[in-house]
């Protein structure tokens, strides 16, 4: 049995969908104060799965996250997976500065706390928060599935991560396609000039496909659509996992000269075109 937080209805139905598993009804509110409800109102077998993405708004997605897995646990549940397609607090897996909170541990001993018995994520921001979990913990990655859509659309294109950070998701979908790979290398000219170039390839009337793990203000996309377009690239396809999108980053991405966007279903948004409830339901079946 699947059950879907208010962050994933869609995605949990379609993992069910795949499955053949049948899907969990769950009421979820909010009261005037702002307050959860939840509601689990279906027959629970032995184990369940719950899905529930992270992102924005990610203390209350989290809170509805909790409050379903605490209920489990009281209805004496002990085998209880949680998928979390996109995984929030996830940037501080430790501390950068003395007295900072590691949020990304608190959140893993929230989940443990609650009654997560297993748990499966989506190309976490960093791997090692697989390793604050005392239960099994999975990072799947996404870059299949969207490999697969840019096949479909694309004609030998060059794979460009936006960062060396990027490089290894990059290089994850050339493999796939069998096409060329490349990042975006800064080079600091001058304490306020920093120059941004393609470490070796020439992008001259190539199609070019940028692929990140996360697009969240923009500004790491826009940036290298810029340098790009400067190096002539013909047709520029952005691509992520994880679609945040805060405010104006859309617009900012279209604006800088994007001629596609395209994110997976970890997160709602206008641009969600590639599901990973396949990638999901392989991974539960497992
Ligand atoms: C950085 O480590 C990530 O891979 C992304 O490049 C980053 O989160 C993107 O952030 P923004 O869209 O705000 O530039």
Not at 62 to 78: A, H, P
């Amino acid at each position: 049995m699947i059950i879907g937080g208010s962050a994933s209805q869609k995605l949990a139905a379609q993992i069910a969908r795949k499955m053949g598993e049948s899907l969990c009804p769950l009421e979820t509110r909010k009261f005037p104060d702002g307050e959860r409800y939840i509601r689990i109102k279906g027959e629970i077998e032995d184990r369940i799965t719950v899905v529930q993405s992270t992102g924005y708004p990610p203390d209350e997605n989290l809170m509805e996250l909790f409050l379903i897995l605490k209920t489990l646990q009281s209805m004496n549940i002990k085998d209880i997976r949680v998928v979390i397609p996109y995984f929030g607090y996830g940037r501080q897996e430790r501390s950068f500065n003395q007295g900072e909170a590691v949020s990304a541990a608190v959140i893993a001993d929230l989940i443990e706390f609650s009654g997560g018995s297993e748990v499966f994520c989506i190309n976490l921001h960093e791997e090692g928060i697989c390793n604050l979990f005392n239960v099994p913990a999975h990072n799947l990655s996404a870059m299949p599935a969207l490999a697969e859509y840019l096949a479909n659309c694309m004609d030998n294109p060059v794979i460009m991560a936006p960062d060396l950070g990027a490089l290894p998701f990059a290089r994850e979908i050339a493999d796939i396609l069998r096409c060329d790979c490349d990042y975006l290398e800064k080079k600091r000219i001058s304490p306020e000039v920093v120059e941004t170039k393609t470490k070796s390839l020439d992008v001259m009337n190539r199609e070019v496909v940028i692929v990140d793990d996360i697009i969240s203000t923009g500004g790491t996309i826009v940036n290298a659509i810029k340098m790009l377009k400067k190096n002539g690239a013909s047709r520029i396809v952005v691509s992520c996992v994880h679609p945040v999108l805060v405010d104006d980053a859309l617009l900012k991405i279209f604006a800088a000269g994007a001629d596609e966007l395209i994110g997976t279903d970890t997160l709602k948004s206008e641009v969600s075109v590639v599901s990973v409830a396949g990638l999901v339901a392989d991974a539960l079946k497992d």
